[in-house]
Antibody, heavy 122, light 106 residues
Framework: EVQLVESGGGLVQPGRSLRLSCAAS????????MHWVRQAPGKGLEWVSS????????GYADSVKGRFTISRDNAKNSLYLQMNSLRAEDMALYYC???????????????WGQGTMVTVSS | DIQMTQSPSTLSASVGDRVTITCRAS??????LAWYQQKPGKAPKLLIS???SLESGVPSRFSGSGSGTEFTLTISSLQPDDFATYYC????????FGQGTKLEIK
């Protein structure tokens, strides 16, 4: 059974940093691209970032480019999102999601975690 | 960046109705489009990929069509479990989601 478990969320002041993690199990992690998607309270889904299976391709939404860094450790079956210079508008539930396609980059997302909440407030 | 626009934003319907949700892309995305269903407090669930390919386990009353810039999600006969919010997602150029369509009980 595929499982994605996010962690690392919490309350952080504007301008500070936070690192999210996603622990994956139930599939061959190193074969799939992985993604971060966020959802502000009461709002829609926003794609944040993606990383290919071997980290050779990486993409970011314009809203986070230059502030967020995605990475993965295939030996640890883990995905990360380093978030720097956090702003009020970054406050959201952050989901980790698995790509549908073996050794692809960005396709549909077939499994999602339950999310970790990031609150940005002074 | 590719903008995705869904219509309507809210849709009121009854059990048994046939409903259609539209998603338009700001430029051609071929068939690189997915549909998701999200219920309150839950993660999104993938329904359809490549515009019309139904995911395993998704009821056949769901169908998707379209290519280029205009796409539709159709539910042929609404069931009580279908009342939720639906999102389209393009993955032709990086990725982006539509703003969502909330399907409400009339």
């Amino acid at each position: 059974e595929v499982q994605l478990v996010e962690s690392g969320g919490g309350l952080v002041q504007p301008g500070r940093s936070l690192r999210l993690s996603c622990a994956a199990s139930g599939f061959t992690f190193e074969d799939y691209a992985m993604h971060w998607v966020r959802q502000a309270p009461g709002k829609g889904l926003e794609w944040v970032s993606s990383i290919s299976w071997k980290s050779g391709s990486i993409g970011y939404a314009d809203s986070v480019k230059g502030r967020f860094t995605i990475s993965r450790d295939n030996a640890k079956n883990s995905l990360y999102l380093q978030m720097n210079s956090l702003r009020a508008e970054d406050m959201a539930l952050y989901y980790c999601a698995k790509d549908t396609t073996v050794r692809g980059f960005i396709n549909a997302f077939d499994f999602w975690g339950q999310g970790t909440m990031v609150t940005v407030s002074s | 960046d590719i903008q995705m626009t869904q219509s309507p934003s809210t849709l009121s319907a009854s059990v048994g109705d046939r409903v259609t949700i539209t998603c338009r892309a700001s430029q051609s995305i071929s068939s690189w489009l997915a549909w998701y269903q999200q219920k309150p407090g839950k993660a999104p669930k993938l329904l359809i990929s490549k515009a019309s390919s139904l995911e395993s386990g998704v009821p056949s009353r769901f169908s998707g069509s379209g290519s280029g810039t205009e796409f539709t999600l159709t539910i042929s006969s609404l069931q009580p479990d279908d009342f939720a919010t639906y999102y389209c997602q393009q993955y032709n150029s990086q990725s982006s989601f539509g703003q969502g369509t909330k399907l409400e009980i009339k």
